[in-house]
């Protein structure tokens, strides 16, 4: 089984920073890829930014140039800066986990509980 961990979200004022972080533990051999998504209420979940193990990033179009991604391999854990925050960046954000378990496992995936970002103007 495997847990995923989230700390860092909050209350900012539009124009603000807020670093979101997210460790994994448990039955992990290892890991595919960290990313963030998020959801605000009526939306569907989307992605916002990944990492893979190898450290290749891939970012949502209306957060390149002000969020970055980054993970520590040693540590299991991934972690998202969120600089220039606006009112519209307002949601819940769940960290997503993609790893084997073992050698000639498949891959698996594992959701954070969320955390609010909100962002007031």
């Known amino acids: 089984q495997v847990q995923l961990v989230e700390s860092g979200g909050g209350l900012v004022q539009a124009g603000g920073s807020l670093r979101l972080s997210c460790a994994a533990s448990?039955?992990?051999?290892?890991?595919?890829?960290m990313g963030w998504y998020r959801q605000a209420p009526g939306k569907l979940r989307e992605l916002v930014a990944a990492?893979?193990?190898?450290?290749?990033?891939n970012y949502a179009d209306s957060v390149k140039g002000r969020f970055t991604i980054s993970n520590d391999n040693a540590k299991n854990s991934v972690y998202l800066q969120m600089n220039s925050l606006k009112p519209e960046d307002k949601a819940v954000y769940y960290c997503?986990?993609?790893?084997?378990?073992?050698?000639?496992?498949?891959?698996?995936?594992?959701w954070g509980q969320g955390t609010q970002v909100t962002v007031s103007s």
């Open positions: 997503n986990l993609s790893y084997y378990s073992g050698s000639r496992t498949p891959l698996f995936g594992s």
């Open positions: 448990g039955s992990i051999s290892s890991i595919n890829a």
């Open positions: 990492i893979t193990s190898g450290g290749r990033t």
